[in-house]
C-alpha cells in the first residue's frame, strides 16, 4: 500500500483550516483532492494530536497482532496435518 505524502501532525493542521474556510481552496493549497479531505475528517474528524498519536499506536499494535495470529495459525495447521499422515 502506498504511504501518505502527509503526516498525521499535517494532515489534523489542514483539517482544521478546512472549518474554518473554503474547502475546495484547501484542497488546492495543498495539492489533495475533496474526496481525500472527506476521508481524512472521517478517519481523524477532531482527534487531538495526542490521540492521533494514540490512535496511530494502536492500530499498528493491531497489525503486529494479527500477524503473530496469522503465523500461530500456520503453524497449528501443519503440526495438524502432519500428525494426520503420522497415524
Not at 493542521?13 to 479531505?37: D, F, M
Amino acid at each position: 500500500m502506498r504511504g501518505t505524502r502527509h503526516t498525521e501532525h499535517q494532515i489534523l493542521a489542514i483539517l482544521k483550516q478546512a472549518e474554518s474556510g473554503v474547502r475546495a481552496e484547501v484542497c488546492r493549497q495543498h495539492g489533495i483532492s475533496e474526496q481525500t479531505l472527506y476521508r481524512w475528517k472521517a478517519k481523524y474528524g477532531l482527534v487531538e494530536s495526542r490521540d492521533s498519536r494514540r490512535l496511530r499506536q494502536l492500530e499498528e499494535e493491531n497489525r503486529r497482532l494479527r500477524t503473530v495470529v496469522a503465523d500461530l495459525m500456520l503453524d497449528n495447521k501443519a503440526l495438524k496435518d502432519g500428525l494426520l499422515k503420522n497415524c
